[in-house]
């Protein structure tokens, strides 16, 4: 503890900032999973599921664009605690009897959380920035990787705690207890958290929350595209397909994301390790490099499922390939977005970035319920290689130096 104590202040600010991300993390991928085993258990069909998360993603491209704003006005503390304090009611609300869990109230309360979740993580990220040195890329690469790594892998925890809670206690019981948990966290983050971090010199007006930067623009685009390709299949068509073609329980799909997930989180931890990044590094080679690469794998995959070539042992290597690659895009792309943003009022740029994030989401999420139902999931798969094929070509416009 004395160590602790003896730390220096910006490391404790990003030690606080950390530790609230990732327990804010644990909730909303159990959250995520129990959403979908306990309604997939009722009988709801996979576009049905799907629109369960709607408002969670319509709600998280709003809030990256007004959240940046209010990070920029207010303080990132204040928007990181007001995200907190949504996720508990979001759950809370949605501790209710069963027979209240109509589709309608779900969509609201998951509205909710997207809420809470894109507040959360646009202060996170957007933190590191005012933590971090200028020109010390190297030192902003490990810790943007290191935050956004273990948060990955605590998503997957997440998803592993909700298969868990389900098969343990009731859907209300599991939503009661992580409730509780993170009202613990937010009241220490209230007392924890600096009063004036990321708050910007110069008071943006709201019409400043559309990034004016040609370089932010381009990395959001691509963005959109990448995580479009990811939740494409990976969000309801792939547990729903686990669980339909392999017969598995709740338990043995919410155990196998988490790893997933995990192993993803750790693989974007270590991604300074495998990019060495300098002033020389072209930004927009390594992108297009490492989509280019991500397009081969999903490609195979896709193949794969379609003439059922080895379905099992094709779906799973093919998966696990796919988590490594995809860590990697991830990760320098949530480096870049906070290198080039600007230093005051880093949360207008960052929230912008994550709103094209959010919709990327969106898209994916609506097309693979709507999809998987009506095709299935090669289909799913090719129209990821779509999107991870545009990444890589929107990508060629970055930059050619950091």
Same mark, same amino acid.
């Not at 790594?149 to 298969?163: E, P, R």
């Not at 994301?257 to 590094?281: C, D, E, H, M, R």
């Given at each position: 503890?004395?160590?602790?104590?003896?730390?220096?202040?910006?490391?404790? $600010?990003?030690?606080?900032?950390?530790?609230?991300?990732w327990?804010?993390?644990?909730?909303?991928?159990?959250?995520?999973?129990?959403?979908?085993?306990?309604?997939?258990?009722?009988?709801?069909?996979p576009?049905?599921?799907?629109?369960?998360?709607?408002?969670?993603?319509?709600?998280?491209?709003?809030?990256?664009?007004?959240?940046?704003?209010?990070?920029?006005r207010?303080?990132?503390?204040?928007?990181?605690?007001?995200?907190?304090?949504?996720?508990?009611?979001?759950?809370?609300?949605?501790?209710?009897?069963?027979?209240?869990?109509? @589709?309608?109230?779900?969509?609201?309360?998951?509205?909710?959380?997207?809420?809470?979740?894109?507040?959360?993580?646009?202060?996170?990220?957007?933190?590191?920035k005012?933590?971090?040195? =200028?020109?010390?890329?190297?030192?902003?690469?490990?810790w943007?990787?290191?935050?956004?790594?273990?948060k990955?892998?605590?998503?997957?925890?997440?998803?592993?705690?909700?298969?868990?809670?389900?098969?343990?206690?009731?859907?209300?019981?599991?939503?009661?207890?992580?409730a509780?948990?993170?009202?613990?966290?937010?009241?220490?983050?209230?007392?924890?958290?600096?009063?004036?971090?990321?708050?910007?010199?110069?008071?943006?007006k709201?019409?400043?929350?559309?990034?004016? =930067?040609?370089?932010?623009?381009?990395?959001?685009?691509?963005?959109?595209?990448?995580?479009?390709?990811?939740?494409?299949?990976?969000?309801?068509?792939?547990?729903?397909?686990?669980?339909?073609?392999?017969?598995?329980?709740?338990?043995?799909?919410?155990?196998?994301?988490?790893?997933? @997930?995990i192993?993803?989180?750790?693989?974007?931890?270590f991604?300074?390790?495998?990019?060495?990044?300098? #002033? $020389?590094?072209?930004? =927009?080679?390594?992108? @297009?490099?490492w989509?280019?690469?991500?397009?081969?794998?999903?490609?195979?995959?896709?193949?794969?499922?379609?003439?059922?070539?080895?379905?099992?042992?094709?779906?799973?290597?093919?998966?696990?390939?796919?988590?490594?690659?995809?860590?990697?895009?991830?990760?320098?792309?949530?480096?870049?977005? @906070?290198?080039?943003?600007?230093?005051d009022?880093?949360?207008?740029?960052?929230?912008?970035?994550?709103?094209?994030?959010?919709?990327?989401?969106?898209i994916?999420?609506v097309?693979?319920?709507?999809?998987?139902?009506?095709?299935?999931?090669?289909?799913?798969l090719?129209?990821?290689?779509?999107?991870?094929?545009?990444?890589?070509l929107?990508?060629? #416009?970055?930059?050619?130096?950091?």
């Amino acid at each position: 503890m004395t160590r602790l104590a003896n730390l220096p202040a910006d490391i404790k $600010q990003y030690l606080i900032v950390t530790g609230n991300y990732w327990a804010f993390t644990l909730t909303d991928g159990a959250l995520r999973m129990l959403v979908v085993l306990h309604f997939h258990a009722l009988g709801y069909s996979p576009l049905s599921i799907a629109m369960l998360f709607l408002f969670y993603e319509i709600f998280g491209v709003v809030t990256n664009l007004v959240g940046g704003y209010l990070g920029a006005r207010l303080g990132l503390n204040k928007t990181m605690n007001i995200g907190l304090a949504i996720q508990v009611a979001a759950l809370f609300m949605l501790a209710v009897p069963p027979e209240w869990l109509s @589709v309608t109230y779900v969509m609201l309360a998951q509205a909710l959380s997207g809420i809470a979740k894109d507040l959360n993580k646009m202060s996170a990220k957007s933190s590191i920035k005012m933590l971090v040195a =200028s020109g010390q890329e190297g030192t902003l690469f490990k810790w943007v990787a290191i935050l956004t790594g273990s948060k990955n892998a605590l998503k997957g925890v997440g998803f592993f705690l909700g298969g868990l809670l389900l098969t343990l206690m009731s859907f209300k019981g599991a939503m009661l207890t992580m409730a509780a948990t993170l009202l613990v966290v937010w009241c220490f983050s209230i007392y924890a958290i600096k009063n004036d971090l990321g708050k910007a010199k110069n008071k943006p007006k709201f019409n400043e929350i559309f990034s004016k =930067s040609s370089s932010i623009n381009i990395l959001s685009a691509a963005r959109l595209f990448l995580f479009g390709a990811r939740d494409v299949w990976f969000v309801v068509a792939l547990p729903v397909f686990l669980s339909q073609a392999f017969d598995w329980d709740h338990w043995t799909v919410g155990a196998f994301l988490a790893s997933w @997930v995990i192993g993803y989180g750790a693989v974007q931890s270590f991604a300074p390790k495998i990019i060495k990044l300098n #002033k $020389q590094t072209s930004p =927009s080679a390594e992108t @297009v490099k490492w989509a280019s690469l991500l397009a081969v794998v999903t490609l195979a995959i896709a193949l794969a499922i379609g003439f059922e070539w080895a379905v099992k042992p094709m779906l799973i290597g093919g998966l696990m390939l796919f988590g490594v690659l995809f860590a990697i895009n991830s990760s320098l792309h949530s480096y870049l977005i @906070v290198s080039m943003a600007d230093a005051d009022g880093v949360s207008l740029d960052v929230g912008f970035y994550y709103m094209a994030n959010a919709m990327g989401r969106l898209i994916g999420t609506v097309l693979s319920g709507l999809v998987f139902q009506l095709y299935g999931l090669a289909a799913c798969l090719a129209i990821s290689l779509l999107f991870i094929v545009i990444t890589a070509l929107i990508s060629t #416009k970055l930059p050619k130096q950091i």
